[in-house]
């Protein structure tokens, strides 16, 4: 950081792409956040960390950060407001790792100042610490984690382990600092041991108390099909493309091929081997790069790396060394990130806050008239569940434990942790109210079930749960359609089962088809 001190217009930069990065996200969260803090408050208030009492099923992935999360709920503080908190600190931390790294690619360099503008311009970085998700502090932990294992100086196991409780996916990580060590000439076994034994020590807690070595969320969301690899291929192509179409990325490529030193070459392991588990499971159903940020720090240190070799290069023409060299050449690349990963998202952005806001809503009014004793179906299980403390059938599977190891046909073809369905099950357990996320413009005159589902959802949203309770023959005989019109004009459809349900919902300005506009509900 003292680099970007002495450079003023860099640390002024770095600044403003940040302060631009806050701007353009300052009121996204993601719904699957409040998964995470339905867990929590239940750990906190002595329940456990499940997300119904007394139903152990793992739909988190985040341990770490749950147990974090949970810290919010005794201290009265609004845990949106803690994840914010902790990501900030969390992305400082990251900064000033890459700063330190950054000046030890040359020796006596000072490259900092040119980096960081850089990783600030990376819109997913003020993204995801925005979202309320574990992405900031898990990217900050490997960062950290790597930086200390390749450049051999200890304790690397620390974060590693760190990160390897905050996501699955970080055992990799551990397992290069392991490599590390190993390669270095390390003769002390015992952070390897005690890192191992740790981790063993999760495994075992994970199993004892859900029953399974690996969380809900993967069988929900993998299938281990090539269609599913190919899925993966195609998000890996899109997130690369908006780091300035592919040239980081290749560019990262080019210094792991041809500089010698191990420490680049254990840093390009850690990164490829990463993507390529990321490729495996399919991507991420989101395309705002969350599953790139974790080694973006990485893969921009390699990046640098190879800047540098083509400056220093005995052969680079004279001019082209000059222009390497300036300043310039990292705002212009700062620029121009800024807005390859920017762009491409906003609309995306938009719709996840939009929809999120609405859910919100929609939880908080659920509190205020359902019966307690309730049990409701959705194909969100966020902020609806969180907001009304009902009990939630997830029909997409994330924290149920049956529709997850359900048996579906395609996978790897549609969204990622959207394809598991089981409606036979869903339905015969007779959720008081489903709502499948149909949100319009206007109040519905006639009852939805008319119409052909790919009239009420599209092409875009033809998830294979809410299409075959669509056209399931209990929905269709059991459940009546309702709606409510929230803020902005927005009318939400719901489907009740029980003529009780259906006199407390009217009492309370549910709306069915063919009866007068209902009242708006603010949030």
């Excluded at 950060?65 to 949970?70: A, G």
């Excluded at 269609?227 to 493309?241: D, E, H, I, K, T």
């Excluded at 030193?261 to 850690?270: D, P, Q």
């Excluded at 050449?329 to 995306?348: E, H, M, N």
Aim: proline share 5%; hydrophobic share 45%; glycine share 10%.
């Amino acid at each position: 950081m003292k680099s970007l001190i002495r450079h003023p217009a860099s640390l002024i930069l770095a600044m403003l792409f940040l302060a631009l990065g806050v701007s353009f996200c300052s009121d996204f969260v993601i719904d699957d956040t409040y998964i995470t803090f339905r867990y929590s408050r239940n750990l906190a208030n002595g329940l456990g960390p499940v997300f119904h009492a007394g139903d152990r099923v793992e739909g988190y992935t985040n341990f770490l950060w749950m147990l974090l999360m949970s810290v919010a709920f005794p201290l009265g503080i609004n845990p949106l407001f803690w994840s914010r908190g902790l990501s900030l600190l969390a992305t400082l931390g990251m900064l000033g790792v890459v700063g330190d790294w950054a000046n030890r690619i040359r020796s006596g360099g000072d490259e900092a100042h040119r980096v960081l503008p850089i990783l600030c311009a990376f819109v997913a970085l003020p993204l995801w610490g925005m979202s309320g998700m574990e992405t900031s502090l898990f990217t900050f932990l490997v960062t950290w984690g790597i930086y200390r294992a390749v450049m051999n100086l200890g304790y690397a196991e620390i974060p590693l382990f760190l990160a390897a409780a905050c996501r699955p996916e970080g055992l990799w990580f551990l397992a290069v600092g392991w490599l590390a060590r190993l390669v270095s000439g390390g003769r002390r076994p015992g952070p390897i041991l005690a890192s191992g034994l740790g981790y063993m020590g999760l495994l075992a807690l994970r199993y004892g108390y859900y029953g399974d070595l690996v969380p809900n969320t993967f069988h929900a969301k993998v299938g281990m099909t090539l269609a599913q690899v190919w899925r993966g291929v195609g998000y890996l192509l899109n997130s690369s493309w908006c780091t300035l179409g592919h040239g980081i990325l290749l560019g990262a490529l080019f210094a792991v091929i041809l500089d010698r030193r191990r420490w680049v070459h254990l840093t390009g392991l850690a990164t490829g081997v990463y993507l390529g588990y990321v490729v495996i499971v399919g991507g991420d159903a989101s395309p705002l790069h969350r599953f790139i940020l974790p080694v973006f720090p990485l893969i921009l240190i390699l990046f640098w790396t190879g800047i540098i070799r083509l400056e220093t290069h005995a052969r680079t023409p004279e001019r082209l060394r000059i222009a390497l060299a300036s300043p310039y050449l990292s705002y212009a690349l700062a620029g121009g990130l800024f807005l390859t990963s920017t762009l491409p998202v906003q609309d995306q952005v938009a719709q996840d806050a939009k929809f999120t806001r609405e859910f919100i809503i929609l939880g908080k009014w659920l509190k205020t008239w359902t019966d307690p004793k309730w049990t409701i179906a959705v194909d969100s299980a966020g902020a609806i569940p969180y907001f009304s403390e009902l009990k939630t059938l997830d029909v997409m599977g994330l924290v149920d434990r049956t529709v997850a190891r359900s048996r579906t046909q395609n996978i790897g073809t549609g969204v990622s942790g959207h394809e598991r369905s089981n409606a036979d099950y869903v339905l015969k357990t007779r959720p008081d109210l489903i709502f499948l996320n149909v949100i319009l413009s206007t109040a519905p005159p006639i009852d939805l079930r008319q119409l052909d589902s790919s009239r009420v959802f599209g092409e875009t949203y033809r998830y294979p749960a809410i299409i075959d309770i669509w056209n399931h023959p209990l929905f269709r005989e059991e459940y009546r359609q309702g709606h409510i019109q929230l803020e902005g004009q927005s009318y939400v459809l719901f489907y009740l089962r029980e003529s009780q349900a259906l006199k407390r919902a009217r009492e309370t300005g549910v709306q069915f088809v063919g009866e007068s506009s209902p009242p708006r509900i603010e949030g």
